[in-house]
Structures are given as structure tokens and as C-alpha cells.
């Protein structure tokens, strides 16, 4: 069951620019996870966010938690051509994904 | 930090023929292992949850007589392809996670299953 909603599902930019990638749902989530995957790998945990309104940092990396727990956002600025791989949200518990964001970042 | 290793990590073979796929969690007793199907750029789709011991739990549309998930210790999870077809192809992922569930779940590095 795919509860939670990306978009975009696919983008690709030039190195150095920003950009944002959504998760929505309209369930309240007691926390969420963003993933980043490799082609050939698992899904590697970037972040937890917990607390409505919440904003964490990660070097490049931005994550927001809606002030309702039922959306965040990630926003990496100028990005790079490391950056390249699947973005995935997951819910509290992290059975389900979010559809995913294939992201591309061109040298 | 808590490791999963997941073997193999490819396989390639005939259709009709059946795949198992071992989940091993190196240094924590997993009570609970997740399976995961994922197609390319795609996101993972959860097929079942199993708990050591017991029966896995299927997600809706996933064949438990096709994909037989086994989790008979705390630290090994089988999933069996049985008889499997090239629809069959794909990207096979397991979790783990230790009775501690404020802790995230930590993944294998997943199996490509390629069926001719």
C-alpha cells in the first residue's frame, strides 16, 4: 500500500543548481525517514524527522516536516553529480515507501 | 554498525526453475525481516513481513504459495521463487530489525533475480 506520494517522480539537473523533492499523504505520520538508494544497493536512512515543523540539516541536504506530520519536503542545494540515486520517504514503522524521486544530477 | 547481508546478490536462470534467497542479520537478533520487490527506478514494494518463528505475512496480490518466505532463527530469513517466470525478474530487498522498533530497519543490499 502506497500511502505516501512523491513528486517529481523523475528529475534531472545541472551540477549546482537546487531543488526540492515532496512527500505528501494525508495520513498523520508519527515520524518519517528519507532514503537515498543506489542503483545495485539497498536504501541507505539519511534523516528521521519527528516533531511537526521540524527542520533538519545534512550538509547540502534540508528536510521539513509539515506542522500536520503529513507531508515533508528535502531540498538539496546546489547539487552535485554524487547526489545521482532514488530519494525515498518512509512512513513511522517504515513498512511502505514513498513512490520515489529519481534524481540525476548532469556534471 | 548493524550489518544485513543478503546472498546472493545476482542470479540468473531458467524459467521453472526455483530461487531462494537468504537474509542474514550479522550482529543483532532480527525478530522481525521485511522482503521487498523493486523494479528499476522504482520504489520498493513491501511483498510480506515475517517474524521468527511464525508465518510471514503477506501484502495483498503477493502469492504465498510463489514466494515462500521461511525465518525459522533469529538472524537467517529465506524468500524461495518457486517455479520461477522472466515476470519473476527483479530486484529482491530484505530488512531487519531488532524488538527495539524505535530503531530503523536495516537493509541487505538486495538480490537481482534474472529469469530466461
Known amino acids: 500500500t502506497q500511502l505516501l506520494e512523491q513528486s517529481p517522480q523523475f528529475l534531472s539537473i545541472q551540477e549546482g543548481e537546487n531543488l526540492t523533492v515532496y512527500c505528501n499523504s494525508s495520513s498523520v505520520f508519527s515520524s518519517l525517514q528519507w532514503y537515498r538508494q543506489e542503483p545495485g544497493e539497498g536504501p541507505v536512512l539519511l534523516v528521521t524527522v519527528v516533531t511537526g515543523g521540524e527542520v533538519k540539516k545534512l550538509k547540502r541536504l534540508t528536510f521539513q516536516f509539515g506542522d500536520a506530520r503529513k507531508d515533508s519536503s528535502l531540498h538539496i542545494t546546489a547539487a552535485q553529480p554524487g547526489d545521482t540515486g532514488l530519494y525515498l520517504c518512509a512512513g513511522a514503522r517504515q513498512f511502505y515507501f514513498g513512490t520515489g524521486t529519481s534524481l540525476t544530477v548532469i556534471p | 554498525g548493524a550489518v544485513v547481508s543478503q546472498h546472493p546478490s545476482w542470479v540468473i536462470c531458467k524459467s521453472g526453475t526455483s530461487v531462494k534467497i537468504e537474509c542474514r542479520s550479522l550482529d543483532f537478533q532480527a525478530t522481525t525481516m521485511f522482503w521487498y520487490r523493486q523494479f528499476p527506478k522504482q520504489s520498493l514494494m513491501l511483498m510480506a513481513t515475517s517474524n521468527e518463528g511464525s508465518k510471514a505475512t503477506y501484502e495483498q496480490g503477493v502469492e504465498k504459495d510463489k514466494f515462500l518466505i521461511n525465518h525459522a532463527s533469529l538472524t537467517l530469513s529465506t524468500l524461495t521463487v518457486t517455479s520461477a517466470h522472466p515476470e519473476d525478474s527483479s530486484f529482491y530487498i530484505c530488512?531487519?530489525?531488532?524488538?527495539?522498533?524505535?530503531?530503523?530497519?536495516?537493509f541487505g543490499d538486495g538480490t537481482r533475480l534474472s529469469i530466461l
Open positions: 530488512s531487519a530489525r531488532d524488538k527495539n522498533w524505535n530503531q530503523p530497519q536495516h
